[in-house]
């Protein structure tokens, strides 16, 4: 299952259904924590699959940088995954919406975006971020990812073509599904189901 959305300026949002470790791009975001120390989920999906360089290079960056602060994010290799970079991104954990979690979520799709694009990036994939272990509500996270991703397409002269939600249920899928055919209304473009 995978829903296309092109922009005017012929920039895409493709919503699929699959492993985030089987898709090819540039750039996999990833769903990390604070820590950076390895985690279940999507994390550990993508640590195993990337192999351990990307562990390596977490250990040479984490004495200087210390705890990823919620929202930020940083760049490594993505080893053996077919990717050339894995950008770790730290997501909030839901404690009711009132701790700057829409923000910090807001914040996760922004930085890893600007990262992509510093690097001259065409295409970029991302989990849903904090929707799992994390707990953040389907719907509101993915109106939160879904709007961050088209605001970001639709600037000018960027070199990212193409942005990745990749899903791993059926659940997720059909939650970015909405949230990309509501905001749609709204907006100057259709998305179409392929
Ligand atoms: P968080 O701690 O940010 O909530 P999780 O890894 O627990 O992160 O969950 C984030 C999302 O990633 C969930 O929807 C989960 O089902 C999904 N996920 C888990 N494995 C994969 C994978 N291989 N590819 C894509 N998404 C995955």
Known sequence: MQLKHQL?????????????????????????????AGGGGVDGA??????PAIMQELDRI????????????????AGRLPAKF???AAGPIWH???????????????VCLALAEERGLRSV??????????????DLAAL??????????????ITVEDVWMVLFDPATYLAYQRALTHGTSRRASRPAEA
Request: aromatic residues 6%; proline residues 8%; contains cysteine.
């Open 86 to 88: 894995v950008f770790h």
């Open 62 to 77: 984490r004495p200087a940088l210390g705890r990823l602060p919620t929202g930020q994010a940083v760049a490594t290799t």
């Open 46 to 51: 993508i640590h195993r699959a990337g192999g």
């Open 8 to 36: 005017p300026n012929g920039r895409r949002l493709i919503v699929l259904e699959g492993d985030i470790t089987r898709v090819p791009v540039d750039a996999i975001a990833n769903a990390a924590n604070s820590d950076l």
């Open 96 to 110: 009711g919406g009132e701790r700057g979690e829409p923000e910090a979520l807001a914040s996760c799709y922004r």
């Open 125 to 138: 994939s991302f989990p849903s971020i904090s929707t799992g272990i994390y707990g953040y509500p389907l």
């Open 144 to 157: 939160i990812a879904v709007n961050e991703i088209i605001a970001f397409l639709s600037q000018p002269a």
